[in-house]
């Protein structure tokens, strides 16, 4: 069973799915208002009480973060950059955008849309708090009061100048504004990020240091995602910048192996693995366009003793339009869609869908270097 994100629903055009990390999150948020939070503001509520509200706020609180990430993903759209989809996880909400805002203007009202929309949930839900305090049950008012203040604590936290955060993509705005230069202010904004996250990780130990083994565990995790995403975010800019100009047909290896649904999993371990040694292979159709692909790891994960009984056809992965490419795409295009569909290879086909060569990571990696004067 695949550890990627669960779909879940679409809200308002936009696919939202969950990884699993989010329900290590969910549990602990919940554990942690019925346990802590919420004992302290209702003395007198049972614990089957107390744990139902936790869940409820926890669910909540996902609620806010879902619609902070609709917010940033409206005005991306808005602005042409498309949304793969929503994803909740660990640290809360991403909306995947498949490229960099078009301009700098562009890039500071995607950044500010989710704050805006936190803040403006927060002071909604501290409103309804303040009409439900002489008729509301108490148990409800305590719920809507915690998300009201999470939610301003939500967009507080986001506007830090912290890249990839929505702070450092304003700040990053600015200094694309000011330089005309989306990879320097990226690098910047990135080293801005990265020291955020250092900070972060001390202030973990120091908790930890202290006695709050708990807390200062989850902040020097928070700071170790910030210091990885600040230097991804950078690599990918810079990489889609150096890469720009160069075709995907310079790159691609050729001529590509493909199978058929016909063939026995047996039959293509004899005659194409065992002999080639590729790791993925396109599966098509008799007028040779594009099924799907089937992955050594599924061929092998085959039964020996069923091999010679199943097909290609019952084991091959269809593709999704972000894992394939054309061959007179530029190569940043290729990179971006391998970060997209978290993949290391992609299939090339021309027009009628019919596969004309194979991407690899590495054969990327190896273009990049050289173009930035590196050993590959």
Request: no cysteine.
């Given at each position: 069973?695949?550890?990627?994100?669960?779909?879940?629903?679409s809200?308002?055009?936009?696919?939202?799915?969950?990884?699993?990390?989010?329900?290590?999150?969910?549990?602990?948020?919940?554990?942690s208002?019925?346990?802590?939070?919420?004992?302290?503001?209702?003395?007198?509520?049972?614990?089957?009480?107390?744990?139902a509200?936790?869940?409820?706020?926890?669910?909540?609180?996902?609620?806010?973060?879902?619609?902070?990430?609709?917010a940033?993903?409206?005005?991306?759209k808005?602005?042409?950059?498309?949304?793969?989809?929503?994803?909740l996880?660990?640290?809360?909400?991403?909306a995947?955008?498949?490229?960099?805002?078009?301009?700098?203007r562009?890039?500071?009202?995607?950044?500010?849309?989710?704050?805006?929309?936190s803040?403006?949930?927060?002071?909604?839900?501290?409103?309804v708090?303040?009409?439900?305090?002489?008729i509301?049950?108490?148990?409800?008012?305590?719920?809507v009061?915690y998300?009201?203040?999470?939610?301003?604590?939500?967009?507080?936290?986001?506007?830090?100048?912290?890249?990839?955060?929505?702070?450092?993509?304003?700040?990053?705005?600015?200094?694309?504004?000011?330089?005309?230069?989306?990879?320097?202010?990226?690098r910047?904004t990135?080293?801005i990020?990265?020291?955020?996250?250092?900070?972060?990780?001390?202030?973990?130990v120091?908790?930890?240091?202290?006695?709050?083994?708990?807390?200062?565990?989850?902040?020097?995790?928070?700071?170790?995602f910030?210091?990885?995403?600040?230097?991804?975010?950078?690599?990918a800019?810079?990489?889609?910048?150096?890469?720009?100009?160069?075709?995907?047909?310079?790159?691609?290896?050729r001529?590509?192996?493909?199978?058929?649904?016909?063939?026995?999993?047996?039959?293509?371990?004899?005659?194409?693995?065992?002999?080639l040694?590729?790791?993925?292979?396109?599966?098509v159709?008799?007028?040779r366009?594009?099924?799907?692909?089937?992955?050594?790891?599924?061929?092998?994960?085959v039964?020996?003793t069923?091999?010679a009984?199943t097909?290609?056809?019952?084991?091959?992965?269809?593709?999704?339009?972000?894992?394939?490419?054309?061959?007179?795409?530029?190569?940043?295009?290729?990179?971006?869609?391998?970060?997209?569909?978290r993949?290391?290879?992609?299939?090339?086909?021309d027009?009628?869908?019919?596969?004309?060569?194979?991407?690899?990571?590495k054969?990327?990696?190896?273009?990049?270097?050289l173009r930035?004067g590196?050993?590959?």
């Open positions: 069973m695949s550890d990627g994100p669960r779909p879940l629903f809200l308002v055009g936009f696919p939202v799915s969950v990884d699993p990390s989010w329900l290590f999150v969910a549990a602990l948020i919940t554990w208002l019925a346990t802590g939070v919420f004992p302290a503001a209702l003395p007198q509520a049972s614990t089957a009480a107390l744990w509200l936790g869940g409820l706020a926890t669910l909540g609180f996902f609620a806010s973060v879902l619609l902070h990430e609709v940033h993903s409206v005005v991306a808005r602005y042409g950059v498309g949304i793969r989809g929503i994803r996880w660990l640290f809360g909400g991403v995947e955008m498949d490229r960099e805002p078009p301009s700098a562009a890039e500071f009202f995607i950044a500010v849309a989710g704050p805006v929309m803040v403006a949930l927060g002071a909604a839900l501290w409103g708090e303040t009409m439900l305090l002489d509301g049950p108490q148990g409800l008012i305590t719920v009061g998300l009201g203040t999470i939610n301003l604590v939500l967009a507080g936290f986001n506007l830090l100048p912290a890249f990839p955060l929505d702070g450092g993509r304003v700040a990053r705005a600015a200094l694309w504004a000011w330089r005309d230069d989306l990879v320097w202010a990226t910047v990135g080293q990020g990265g020291w955020f996250g250092a900070g972060f990780i001390a202030l973990g120091l908790d930890a240091i202290g006695g709050d083994v708990m807390g200062g565990v989850w902040i020097g995790v928070l700071g170790l910030l210091r990885s995403a600040a230097r991804q975010q950078v690599e800019v810079v990489a889609r910048s150096v890469l720009a100009d160069v075709a995907v047909a310079e790159v691609m290896r001529p590509v192996k493909t199978l058929t649904p016909d063939l026995t999993v047996q039959q293509a371990i004899d005659e194409y693995v065992v002999k040694h590729h790791k993925l292979y396109p599966v159709d008799a007028e366009r594009l099924l799907g692909t089937v992955h050594l790891r599924e061929l092998a994960t039964p020996a069923a091999r009984a097909r290609i056809d019952d084991i091959y992965a269809a593709l999704e339009p972000h894992q394939v490419v054309a061959p007179d795409d530029d190569v940043s295009v290729a990179w971006a869609k391998m970060n997209q569909s993949v290391g290879r992609l299939v090339v086909v027009p009628e869908r019919r596969p004309v060569g194979m991407l690899a990571l054969d990327l990696l190896e273009v990049l270097a930035q590196k050993t590959p």
